[in-house]
C-alpha cells in the first residue's frame, strides 16, 4: 500500500527519489533530473493573456519566493504572498516525522487556514502566476485553500513550482479541478535559486 510513508528524501538533491503518498500515486523523478526542466507545453499565442498580472506564490522556505520575485521583477508585476494563518516551523516542515504538521495533514487533507484568502484588488488581474512548493508531489497545502477560496472567473493562470526534484506532475491540473474556475494553462517547474531561468520563463510568455 502506498501511503505517505512512501516519500523518501536522501542526503543530496541530485540522489533524491521522491515517492508521493498523499493521493496513493507514486511521482518518482530519476536521480539525473536537469537542474531546469523544459517547458512542458508553450502557451499557444492566442492563448497568451494580457491586462494586469499578479504573482501570487505560497512559500515555506523562501525557494518560491525567490523565483515568484525574480518573475514578478522581469513582468513589472503585482506580488501577492499567500500566507497561512499559523506560519510552519522548521519541525512542521519534517517530512521525515508521520506526526509533524505537514504530514498530518497530508494524511487527513486539512487546508491549512490563510491569514488573507483574496489578495487585495483580485477582481482587477487578469493573469495569475501562481507559484507552490511541492510537497508529495503535490502543490502545498494552502493552495488549496487559496483556489477553493477564490473565483478565477475568466482569469488567465499560469502555475509555476518549486521542488528538489520533483516534476509539476498533475498538482495544477488538480488545483484548477478545485477552483473551478479560470483559464488554466500549463504550469513550469523550477529549482531552488532557478530565478533567472524563471524570468527568462516569464519573459516568453507573452505577458
Ligand atoms: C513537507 C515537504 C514535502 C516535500 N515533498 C517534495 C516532493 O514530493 N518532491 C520534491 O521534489 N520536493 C519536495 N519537497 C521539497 C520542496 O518542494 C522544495 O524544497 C521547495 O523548493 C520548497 O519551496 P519553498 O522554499 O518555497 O517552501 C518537500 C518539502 C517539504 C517541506
Known sequence: MLTRRNFLAVATVTATA????CSGEKDEVPA????TEPAEETPAADAAPTG???VAYFSATGNTA????????????????IEVAQPYTEADLNYN?????????????TNPELAQVTPDGWADYDTVLL????????????????????DFGEKTVMPFCTSGSSG????AERLAELAGTGNWLEGERFSAGAGDDAAAWAAGLGL
Open 18 to 21: 521522491f515517492l508521493a503518498g
Open 32 to 35: 539525473a533530473a536537469p537542474a
Open 52 to 54: 494586469n498580472v499578479l
Open 66 to 81: 525567490g523565483v515568484a520575485e525574480a518573475i514578478a521583477g522581469r513582468l513589472g508585476a503585482d506580488v501577492w504572498e
Open 97 to 109: 516525522d508521520d506526526a509533524s504538521r505537514t504530514s498530518v495533514e497530508c494524511s487527513d487533507g
Open 131 to 150: 507559484g507552490y512548493p511541492i510537497w508529495w508531489g503535490e502543490a502545498a497545502w494552502p493552495l488549496r485553500t487559496f483556489v477553493a477560496g477564490n
Open 168 to 171: 509539476i506532475g498533475g498538482s
